[in-house]
């Protein structure tokens, strides 16, 4: 009778220190995720962060005033949303209508079919990217970018 209650007592130990294990475990893995959930919430806001600001740095298409002018004109508010890519295929040159000038920019290929639809916009852009001839739109750090010769 001893010997079995020694057998059950061992048998129990070895299961709690199983259950123990597992709980160490699982504790190790939940604050990993949520180390990795802070860290990818953080680089989607700064994604959110760079169409904003991206037409400006990636093309000097738009010398505008300020963000809030970007906001407010079709054009310029589908072209910042339109930037990202994954491949050279998904980017094109379309010409962007402004009041003042007409200008070649790289976008994908969303934001080119948004921009044939849009309403005429009456946005004054000043300046187009100083471009002589534009061969063709590419990827770049999965941002459609003119390539240009000049």
Do not use: R
């Not at 589908?78 to 040159?93: A, K, P």
Request: aromatic share 6%; with cysteine.
């Amino acid at each position: 009778m001893v010997k079995w209650l020694y057998i059950s007592l061992f048998v129990l130990s070895v299961f709690t220190l199983i259950l123990l294990g597992f709980g160490v475990l699982l504790n190790d893995n939940e604050k990993k995720h949520i180390t990795y959930n802070q860290q990818l919430e953080q680089n989607e806001n700064q994604q959110k962060n760079i169409p904003n600001t991206a037409i400006v740095a990636t093309a000097p298409l738009v010398h505008a005033k300020s963000l809030s002018t970007i906001k407010h004109s079709i054009n310029l508010s589908i072209i910042t949303n339109n930037l990202t890519c994954v491949s050279d295929e998904q980017c094109v040159v379309v010409k962007a209508k402004f009041t003042d000038l007409t200008c070649d920019i790289a976008v994908n290929t969303i934001g080119a079919a948004q921009l044939l639809k849009a309403k005429k916009d009456q946005t004054k852009i000043e300046k187009c990217p100083a471009f002589f001839q534009v061969n063709n739109a590419q990827c770049i750090n999965n941002s459609c970018s003119l390539e240009a010769s000049n």
